[in-house]
């Protein structure tokens, strides 16, 4: 017998579906390893897999999603969209495709720890969640460890901490179908479209939790001053930074005087050195809860 075949006839499922996208930035290597730590080597997995390819691949990548697709033990579909059109629209593709009510995400260089799904399920069923994150261990390409991404634990610590930075991980999200489809889906908001996507959930009465165990590592690519946290900063991050600042005054999350503080801060951030932005997001953000105190 195969190991597909015997990993499916001994492949414990619950009915959700694995939501992933790929672009030409992915690697075959990465996708296979966030695939199978997300299907084969959960204690509960997925009973559907959807994967948006966003674009033109490598051929080895396109070759990996025809193989994955070919051997996975769940039933597996491959969205393949002719040009590049970003995350949150090739989500919003990938989301029209899911069979079922609840969707957890994955992004395609990340790992999803065994008990993950099992943990994340059973919450969301005991309490009648429509999102649910969890905290996340950390690593690198250049072989550091960054450390860990803490989240708020609770409904109203989340409003508190959303004031000024996503409270959910957005890589670690279990959320219902229809309740994000209620917001309009994914939404146009530079690299902050998971961002966006919970202000606009909890704005409109969503129930949002999380689980402060985590149960992903999530890769941070290269964490030198060159690396991800040069991606960071610049004008477009900046600008992105206060259209979020905007949409959180218009929600009422925060106040005129917060978003004026909240915009001249973070916008500074993006604008500080690499190597500068890489200290202060280790201590403040990363392995922190910032920003859940002050004026409103």
Same mark, same amino acid.
């Given at each position: ?90 989500? =919003? ?48 390409? =250049? ?154």
């Amino acid at each position: 017998m195969s190991d597909a075949k015997q990993t499916e006839n001994t492949l414990k499922t619950a009915p959700f579906t694995l939501l992933m996208s790929v672009y030409a930035g992915d690697t075959a290597h990465d996708l296979k390893r966030a695939f199978e730590s997300s299907v084969q080597e959960q204690t509960l997995a997925p009973a559907e897999a959807v994967i948006v390819q966003d674009g033109p691949v490598s051929p080895e990548l396109a070759a990996m999603l025809e193989t994955i697709a070919a051997a996975a033990p769940i039933r597996t579909k491959i969205i393949k969209l002719a040009r590049n059109q970003g995350l949150g629209a090739a989500l =919003n593709n990938g989301l029209a495709a899911c069979s079922y009510e609840y969707v957890a995400r994955m992004d395609a260089d990340d790992v999803s720890l065994p008990e993950r799904f099992a943990t994340q399920w059973a919450r969301v069923q005991r309490d009648n969640l429509d999102l649910l994150g969890t905290g996340m261990y950390e690593f690198s390409s =250049n072989h550091t460890t960054p450390g860990m991404r803490r989240v708020p634990p609770t409904g109203a610590a989340i409003r508190t901490h959303i004031r000024t930075h996503n409270p959910v991980n957005h890589p670690t999200m279990l959320y219902r179908k229809s309740a994000v489809e209620a917001v309009g889906g994914y939404d146009e908001m530079g690299s902050m479209e998971d961002y966006y996507l919970v202000i606009r959930m909890l704005a409109n009465g969503a129930k949002v939790d999380n689980l402060a165990e985590p149960l992903l590592a999530y890769n941070v690519g290269d964490t030198t001053a060159s690396g991800v946290y040069k991606r960071r900063g610049g004008i477009e991050p900046l600008i992105t930074e206060v259209r979020i600042q905007w949409q959180l005054l218009r929600a009422g999350f925060i106040g005129p005087v917060r978003f004026i503080v909240n915009s001249a801060v973070k916008g500074t951030y993006r604008l500080l050195p690499a190597g500068l932005k890489r200290r202060l997001f280790s201590r403040f953000v990363a392995n922190g809860l910032p920003g859940e105190r002050g004026t409103k």
